[in-house]
Every structure is written in C-alpha cells, then in structure tokens.
C-alpha cells in the first residue's frame, strides 16, 4: 500500500448531464488565438501554418457556479469565453475523422487571464505561465456528451458581464476546427481520456472587477457562470 506524507489533492472533476459518474481531469490545454477578431484585437493575427498552445494546471479547474477571489499579481484580469472539447479515448498522431471520433463532449468554459502578466511575459518572449496558469481561472460547465451536442456547426457562443453582451460570435468563426486541433495536438501528446482542450476565445475579451457576474453560454451546453468575490 502506498502511504503519502500529506493527503494529496483531490483530483478535479468536472459534472456530465445525464451521467452520475464525474469526468476527472487529467491535463489541460488551450488554443492561442483561435479566431480573427481576438487576434486581431490583441494586436496579432492568427498563425495560419498550425495551432498553438499554452497549458493550464488541472489545479487551475474550478466548476461553475463558484466565487473566486480577484487574483494577486494582476490589475487586469480578464474573462475569455471558450468551448471547452473533453478527450473520450486514446489518439496518437490522429487524422481529423479519428480525432473527431475520440471527443467525449464538449463544455462551456471561462479562461481566465492575468492580462498584464501574459502581454508582459508575450512582450519579452517570455512563457504565459503566470498570465495564464493562475489558480481558479478555468471555469468549467458540465459537459455534453458528443452524441447529445451533435456537430459543431454555427452555435452561438456569447459571454455576460453582469447582464451586458461582451462577447458573441459563432463556432464556426473559429480559425482551427476542433478535429483539426486535436489530429494537430495528438502530434504531439499522447492525448486520451480526462484531457481537456479550450479551444480559443472570440473578440470582446475585458477585465473584470470584484462583485461581477460572468455568464458563458454555448448554443446546446450548459452555461458556465463566475462571480468575483
Ligand atoms: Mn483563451
């Protein structure tokens, strides 16, 4: 029997409509600059030659519904509104249909930001970690089993800030289609079950402030919300 020295950490764990097992989470990854008018708003285009990608803890995992407090190190922190793909099956070096077929569904998620941090850390060519891999910035909705969303096609997927319209577009504004990002990430991880992919955020990211009230929809997906304590 294995004895630890502490009691280790629970592992995160994310709620599936219709199922009462949990969806535990085993890494996650997210796409940079997945749609026109976010990249262009950042100041960038989008890198047509193939996705890129930045990491989040899985300890960064929070369920929606939940209050957090603003986080230390930023005076920008921001909201990003994304559909989150859950991994349903093992995929090395997938093509597209396989890399469909291994999707076990799909999610609304919040990724949030230290936007400070992140445009610092881009601007001296440095890793995003601190901008982005902050605790309790990835917002997770319950999941929608693949079957049960039925294709992407052009949901809306829009974002509130206390009631107000900040982001809306359609997922099929996205640059890199979710077969596409996971034949491409498969290339190199050995992708498989537990593993979670936000897949970009549309324009209109912002900063919050405490008190506020984010609310993600995705047409089809249970929405995520967020108050900052
Ligand atoms: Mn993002």
Redesign the pocket.
């Given at each position: 029997m294995v004895q630890y020295l502490f009691p280790p950490e629970p592992v995160k764990a994310v709620p599936v409509i219709g199922e009462a097992a949990l969806y535990p989470v085993r890494r996650i990854f997210?796409?940079?600059r997945?749609y026109v008018d976010h990249a262009r708003e950042m100041g960038l285009e989008v890198d047509r030659e193939a996705p890129f990608y930045f990491t989040k803890s899985p300890y960064s995992a929070e369920l929606t519904g939940g209050v957090f407090p603003y986080p230390p190190g930023t005076t920008n922190f921001h909201y990003?509104m994304?559909l989150v793909v859950a991994m349903g099956a093992d995929v090395f070096r997938a093509t597209r249909d396989q890399a469909a077929a291994a999707v076990y569904g799909y999610g609304c998620g919040l990724?949030m930001?230290r936007r400070d941090l992140q445009l610092a850390e881009r601007s001296k060519q440095r890793p995003w970690d601190t901008g982005?891999d902050v605790e309790h910035s990835a917002i997770l909705a319950p999941l929608t089993k693949a079957a049960d969303f039925g294709a992407i096609a052009d949901q809306a997927i829009t974002l509130d800030q206390n009631g107000t319209r900040k982001q809306q577009a359609r997922l099929s504004d996205m640059v890199w289609k979710v077969d596409e990002i996971i034949a491409h990430l498969s290339g190199l991880y050995h992708l498989g079950r537990g593993d979670l992919i936000?897949t970009?955020?549309p324009a209109g990211?912002g900063p919050v402030v405490a008190g506020d009230v984010i609310c993600g929809q995705i047409q089809g997906l249970a929405p995520v919300t967020l108050t900052i304590a």
């Amino acid at each position: 029997m294995v004895q630890y020295l502490f009691p280790p950490e629970p592992v995160k764990a994310v709620p599936v409509i219709g199922e009462a097992a949990l969806y535990p989470v085993r890494r996650i990854f997210c796409v940079g600059r997945n749609y026109v008018d976010h990249a262009r708003e950042m100041g960038l285009e989008v890198d047509r030659e193939a996705p890129f990608y930045f990491t989040k803890s899985p300890y960064s995992a929070e369920l929606t519904g939940g209050v957090f407090p603003y986080p230390p190190g930023t005076t920008n922190f921001h909201y990003e509104m994304e559909l989150v793909v859950a991994m349903g099956a093992d995929v090395f070096r997938a093509t597209r249909d396989q890399a469909a077929a291994a999707v076990y569904g799909y999610g609304c998620g919040l990724d949030m930001t230290r936007r400070d941090l992140q445009l610092a850390e881009r601007s001296k060519q440095r890793p995003w970690d601190t901008g982005k891999d902050v605790e309790h910035s990835a917002i997770l909705a319950p999941l929608t089993k693949a079957a049960d969303f039925g294709a992407i096609a052009d949901q809306a997927i829009t974002l509130d800030q206390n009631g107000t319209r900040k982001q809306q577009a359609r997922l099929s504004d996205m640059v890199w289609k979710v077969d596409e990002i996971i034949a491409h990430l498969s290339g190199l991880y050995h992708l498989g079950r537990g593993d979670l992919i936000f897949t970009g955020t549309p324009a209109g990211v912002g900063p919050v402030v405490a008190g506020d009230v984010i609310c993600g929809q995705i047409q089809g997906l249970a929405p995520v919300t967020l108050t900052i304590a």
